[in-house]
């Protein structure tokens, strides 16, 4: 049944339209959005954008849930997102029962991937390459940690060793619970004038909404510290939450920043991930057979349950 899938692929900053159709599984992330769906679908309204269907949808899937579609390629970020938004389709009424199956086979598979194939190549993630800028730029090892979602736990767990943090989230349960976890202070959310005081700031949190303007930058980067000359911003934020003209001189990174950083892979990376999409086009054959004779629905049961 896998011949059933489709996927529309929209690049970053396109224009997504209110789907149709609820049953449709959404994936937004920097990078791009995905529209996943049965054929039977309407797909009409996302018509010029790249639609793939069957084997090609699920293969594109496998390498987008295993990083290798990221700019970052075998970065881990993307996998969260993915399983973050199957939980909130999970919830959805309208779910498609396909869909719903056809994410747990991708998630099984990817899984096989990344340990076998692309367990050591975790350091073109995000947070690595945060904590290589740290490393490298600042002599400060204070670091305010902003955010309590998935990227601020791998954060966490990536810096405690070799820097000093603290954490800031408007989810009070669940950056106390790191903070208690990892034993790491607590700042009040919206402490603005505590947050100027850090040297070292990496932000995790997306939205449409600005929580650091141009002034708070300039009260920041001229703040008297013991490490004023090495202070360092690092936005890892999608949509970006901060609004200033500071740039990488000045110490402030974007994601775009971190992108350019993580382009470059060694030829012993470059390899992993070859071998990675090899066996993807394996794991696509097998699947695409198994759910042919496996797969217990038949053709009305698959619009909605």
């Keep these: 049944m896998i011949d059933l899938l489709s996927v529309v692929h929209l690049p970053n900053k396109s224009t997504v339209p209110k789907p149709n159709n609820d049953g449709l599984f959404t994936l937004n992330t920097c990078q791009r959005t995905l529209i996943i769906g ?15 269907y069957g084997k090609e949808a699920y293969s594109f899937l496998l390498e987008a849930i295993c990083g290798l579609k990221s700019k970052l390629q075998g970065e881990n970020e993307i996998t969260s997102q993915f399983k973050k938004a199957f939980r909130e389709y999970l919830n959805n009424p309208k779910k498609n029962v396909f869909l719903i199956s ?56 990536l810096l405690s060793k070799k820097f000093n943090l603290s954490i800031t989230a408007r989810n009070e349960q669940k950056s106390k619970e790191i903070s208690e976890a990892f034993d790491i202070p607590l700042i009040k959310w919206g402490g603005y004038e505590d947050y100027q005081n850090s040297e070292n700031i990496i932000n995790t949190i997306g939205s449409k909404d600005i929580l650091f303007n141009s002034n708070f930058f300039k009260k920041w980067h001229s703040a008297n510290t013991t490490y004023s ?27 775009s920043d971190i992108f350019q950083r993580g382009t470059l892979l060694s030829q012993e990376k470059t390899l992993k991930i070859q071998r990675a999409k090899k066996e993807i086009d394996n794991i696509v054959e097998r699947r695409f057979y198994s759910f042919s004779f496996n797969y217990p629905f038949g053709w009305e049961e698959l619009h909605f349950a």
């Design 38 to 52: 049965v054929k039977s679908n309407s797909l009409k309204e996302w018509s010029p954008y790249e639609t793939l």
């Design 229 to 255: 000359s090495s202070k360092l911003f690092i936005d890892l934020g999608h949509p970006s939450v901060i609004d200033t003209e500071l740039s990488t001189k000045e110490g402030v990174y974007r994601l």
């Design 102 to 157: 056809v994410l747990e086979k991708l998630f099984k598979d990817a899984k096989e991937i990344k340990t076998i194939y692309l367990s050591k190549i975790g350091q073109q993630s995000y947070s690595a390459i945060a904590k290589k800028i740290l490393l490298q730029n600042s002599e400060s090892k204070n670091v305010l940690i902003v955010g309590s979602g998935a990227i601020s736990l791998d954060l966490v767990k």
